[in-house]
């Protein structure tokens, strides 16, 4: 319920604001599961995603967002509580586990979920390789996957930006729905998982014209920054 209280205040906001624009919303299945694998570039990414699909998306969004603390940090882990956004500890191993198994139960209750497969914002507007834990969930809940371009909301609000920018349109391009069936009952197979992540990813990057990085994001929040 607060996912659409939330929804139906700030959509007419937003829209009059921001004017966001969408392509690919016919792509956009009127019913059943599936998955939405985007390109992360701004903490504004998970507003505009739900705001221009009709269907209700349900992220998971990293445990921090849950914990914050001072005005801003209570500000955040109230929203995404109250929108039922689900928490992801991606400190790995079981606590990755239940992530996964979480993701699947939204899944088989027929719903929609968002994730990012970079696991954490780009640094530097660059697409990172993914994660294979959209590939794993793909198959053992037998979903398709819908590439996602985020499009300038790292302009509209860089990292460590309270307030969007205004003058700057974002928008939002949902390619078409990638069916993975081919691979059903290899979900054991990391080849599989590494291959079916790296064909989501590239079409990610066909949708958004970045250019792709081939190591993880969160390795190169630690070396970039080292290397400058």
Do not use: C
Not at 27 to 44: D, R, W, Y
Not at 61 to 75: E, I, N, P, Q, V
């Amino acid at each position: 319920m607060g996912y659409w209280i939330v929804k139906a205040i700030l959509s007419p906001i937003l829209k009059l604001i921001f004017r966001p624009w969408v392509e690919g919303l016919d792509n956009v299945p009127t019913h059943g599961p599936a998955i939405f694998a985007s390109n992360h570039l701004s903490f504004s990414d998970s507003f505009f995603l739900p705001l221009v699909v009709p269907r209700r998306i349900t992220f998971l969004a990293k445990s921090d967002y849950f914990t914050g603390t001072g005005l801003k940090g209570r500000l955040i882990a109230g929203f995404f509580t109250t929108v039922g956004q689900v928490p992801i500890d991606r400190t790995g191993g079981g606590a990755s586990e239940a992530a996964i198994q979480t993701a699947l139960q939204i899944l088989r209750h027929g719903e929609l979920l968002g994730i990012y497969p970079e696991g954490t914002r780009s640094p530097d507007g660059r697409l990172y390789r993914g994660k294979v834990g959209v590939a794993r969930m793909a198959l053992e809940a037998g979903v398709p996957v819908l590439p996602v371009a985020m499009v300038d909301t790292a302009k509209l609000q860089p990292p460590g930006r309270l307030i969007p920018r205004f003058g700057i349109r974002p928008g939002v391009r949902i390619g078409k729905p990638l069916d993975f069936s081919r691979y059903e009952g290899l979900q054991g197979d990391r080849f599989v998982l590494r291959s079916m992540t790296d064909e989501i990813m590239y079409e990610i990057m066909e949708l958004a014209g970045q250019e792709y990085v081939d190591v993880y994001a969160a390795r190169a929040k630690v070396e970039l920054p080292k290397a400058a």
